[in-house]
């Protein structure tokens, strides 16, 4: 049989159905860290704050960046033919240097990279939302309908007789 106590204590037993023999034995957790361990640890985890913060925003930068990038080819992809060749082609070529600062290690290279093509998105999203605003608005006009002749315009009035 198997039995593990409140404090992670293995038990185990196992009796000879044959012979009536029983053996036992109890399996001890021995490699927990000593208070020394954990106050090193610590210490090293302290000393290094400064290196892992910055690690950590060049990753999120880097993430950021290569989102943007791809969202970006996606909308310009979608809505190609609502954005001027001007704006396309600014927002091709920083797509392209965002893409080859993310192949280096330079991260202010990777932020100016980055808000170039965030500056060119924005454009290039005006320039998609003004062309969809004028494409609704010409939907939504009513279609002059053609002349009748035969509709008369004429005055009416209720009369009470029944």
Do not use: C
């Amino acid at each position: 049989t198997f039995d593990i106590d409140a404090n992670g204590i293995l038990h185990v037993s196992a009796k000879d159905k044959g012979t009536g023999k029983q053996q036992k034995i109890s399996i001890t957790a021995s490699s927990g860290l000593t208070k020394d361990d954990i106050e090193r640890m610590k210490r090293e985890a302290s000393a290094h704050e400064a290196e892992d913060k910055k690690k950590k925003e060049e990753v999120e930068l880097r993430n950021m960046a290569d989102n943007l990038a791809y969202t970006s080819e996606k909308t310009l992809k979608d809505n190609g033919d609502k954005v001027d060749a001007s704006t396309r082609d600014k927002v091709l070529k920083a797509i392209e240097n965002v893409r080859e600062a993310l192949k280096g290690n330079d991260v202010s290279k990777i932020k100016s990279a980055t808000d170039t093509l965030q500056k060119e998105v924005y454009e290039m999203s005006s320039q998609i939302y003004k062309a969809q605003g004028q494409q609704q608005t010409t939907e939504n006009q009513p279609q002059n309908p053609a002349n009748d002749d035969k509709t008369i315009n004429a005055d009416w009035k209720e009369s009470d007789q029944k």
